[in-house]
């Protein structure tokens, strides 16, 4: 079935850094655009960053403009997000998403409502 599996998620102090994975099986990922959310207790799921299935084209939100960086790996079936320089505000769980047969090649999707599949997340506890 098709299944996303994040990991890489757990405790840093503020000003540290994170690498997250989300490896895709079940889909042809080579043509799925990826994202990635976050959600904090009490808070609604955010948008974080996209990247399009070929990789030439990402997005981010203004919060984590310039400190996190996604990428992927076709050949691994693997999204990364490298976060840095990291801040309590970016406590959260983690998820990351797949929209599947996407044709253009440079097309970034920032709604949660864009994506089908969706990991289980994991935690990312940034201390002050």
């Known amino acids: 079935q098709v299944q996303l599996v994040e990991s890489g998620g757990g405790l840093v102090q503020a000003g540290g850094s994170l690498r997250l994975s989300c490896a895709a099986s079940g889909l042809t990922f080579s043509n799925a655009a990826m994202g990635w959310f976050r959600q904090a207790p009490g808070k609604e799921r955010e948008f974080v960053g996209g990247i399009s299935w070929s990789g030439g084209a990402t997005n981010y939100a203004d919060s984590v403009m310039g400190r996190f960086t996604i990428s992927r790996d076709n050949a691994k079936n693997t999204v990364y997000l490298q976060m840095n320089s990291l801040k309590p505000e970016d406590t959260a769980v983690y998820y990351c998403?797949?929209?599947?047969?996407?044709?253009?090649?440079?097309?970034?999707?920032?709604?949660?409502?864009?994506?089908?599949?969706w990991g289980q997340g994991t935690q990312v506890t940034v201390s002050s």
């Open positions: 998403a797949a929209r599947p047969s996407v044709y253009d090649s440079l097309r970034v999707y920032s709604r949660p409502q864009s994506y089908g599949v």
